[in-house]
């Protein structure tokens, strides 16, 4: 009885992972391997494209203009910061994830650009594959949240709109390091004198442990100062807690 009580302990121990852990960890891994490549060695990385896609990307890396990247003659090395889901079920999932991409050229220095990306994935016999990706773009049309984030999705809105000669807003939706995060934002934006008005354009569920969550949110930004506007995309990791009944934010970390 022992042994078997044992044996039970060491294969709990080595219980399959969650299967949101599971998405997230795939997703992650292949967007960090869709936008990594090395033109000296293209085939073992377009090799790795295949073997983490499936259904029309996978058809459509298979096609794809060799020539043309060995005449760009870059190396570009992928990894993604930060994953959330926006849906999943036994067979299909949707997630958002925040990317940074370091390319080289053939006669220049590293760049480090960074991103944001959404992604289809499905369940295969192999485990979880990406079926479509493609980049968040400024003012996308649709406006995607996982279900039951209005009430976070609200408060970012609040949070990341200001006028520079008007009072600070959304204080009673801060608690613990959010606040002083918070003050040292709007404290820039009443010096040099901005107007911010922010949009949620995607909000993915990266951790949700009873009255925890972590989201992961991407926002249009519009920011006007001396009458000149511009539009930038922004990336935010948002610890969330229920307090009293209502979500409160404890902790915000751009991306």
């Known amino acids: 009885m022992r042994v078997l009580i044992v044996v039970l302990l060491l294969l709990a121990g080595c219980a399959a992972p969650e299967p949101r852990e599971d998405v ?19 085939g073992e990385g377009l090799r790795r494209w295949l073997d983490e896609s499936t259904d029309g990307l996978h058809e459509e890396f298979r096609r794809i203009d060799k020539e043309r990247i060995r005449r760009a003659a870059t190396i570009t090395e992928g990894r993604a910061t930060d994953t959330a889901l926006l849906h999943l079920d036994d067979r299909t999932a ?45 003012s996308a049309d649709q406006v995607i949240t996982h279900e039951g984030t209005d009430e ?20 009673d939706l801060l608690r613990g390091k959010a606040i002083e995060q918070h003050r040292r934002m709007f404290e820039q934006i009443r010096a040099q004198r901005l107007v911010l008005a922010s949009k949620v354009v995607r909000a993915g569920v990266r951790v949700r442990e009873g009255d925890r969550a972590v989201l992961l949110v991407f926002l249009d ?9 511009s539009l930038a995309a922004a990336q935010v990791t948002v610890t969330t807690e229920r307090i009293d009944g209502r979500w409160r934010v404890t902790d915000l970390q751009p991306r």
Do not use: C
């Open 152 to 171: 976070i999705v609200e408060a970012m809105t609040t949070l990341f709109s200001h006028r520079f000669d008007e009072p600070d807003r959304g204080r």
């Open 221 to 229: 930004q519009a920011l006007e100062r001396a009458g000149q506007t």
């Open 24 to 42: 997230l960890r795939a997703g992650q891994r292949a967007l960090a391997v869709f936008n990594t490549l090395d033109h000296r060695n293209l």
């Open 94 to 138: 949707k997630l958002i994830a925040a990317v940074e991409v370091t390319v080289t050229p053939a006669d220049g220095a590293p760049v480090t650009k960074r991103g944001r990306y959404q992604a289809d994935l499905r369940r295969t016999p192999a485990g979880w594959k990406a079926s479509a990706v493609a980049p968040v773009p400024i």
